[in-house]
């Protein structure tokens, strides 16, 4: 059993930036890649990145330049570095694990960008 923890979410204006976190306590010694989704109203749920255990990362194509994952394995933490944030990227934001092969979220975080 794992549990996912989201934090750092909250109303920013078009082109400012915030970091969310995500930490993992229970059992995690088998989780290899942690992932960031996100789903807007009205729009289906879709992958944002995703950070390997070694430090591999992958990105849609929609952050890419914007947005930066990282981790800290001592902390069984995840970050996304949210930069240049767009009206676009407003959406609840969820980290995600798939140890054994079951699946895990977090409870999820809203991020708003409005002026």
């Known amino acids: 059993q794992v549990q996912l923890v989201e934090s750092g979410g909250g109303l920013v204006q078009p082109g400012g930036s915030l970091r969310l976190s995500c930490t993992a306590s229970?059992?995690?010694?088998?989780?290899?890649?942690i992932d960031w989704y996100r789903q807007a109203p009205g729009k289906q749920r879709e992958l944002v990145a995703a950070?390997?255990?070694?430090?591999?990362?992958n990105y849609a194509d929609s952050v890419k330049g914007r947005f930066t994952i990282s981790r800290d394995n001592a902390k069984n933490t995840v970050y996304l570095h949210m930069n240049s944030l767009k009206p676009e990227d407003t959406a609840v934001y969820y980290c995600?694990?798939?140890?054994?092969?079951?699946?895990?979220w977090g409870q999820g975080t809203q991020v708003t960008v409005s002026s």
């Open positions: 229970g059992s995690i010694f088998s989780i290899n890649t």
């Open positions: 950070i390997t255990r070694t430090g591999s990362t």
């Open positions: 995600h694990v798939n140890p054994r092969g079951l699946n895990y």
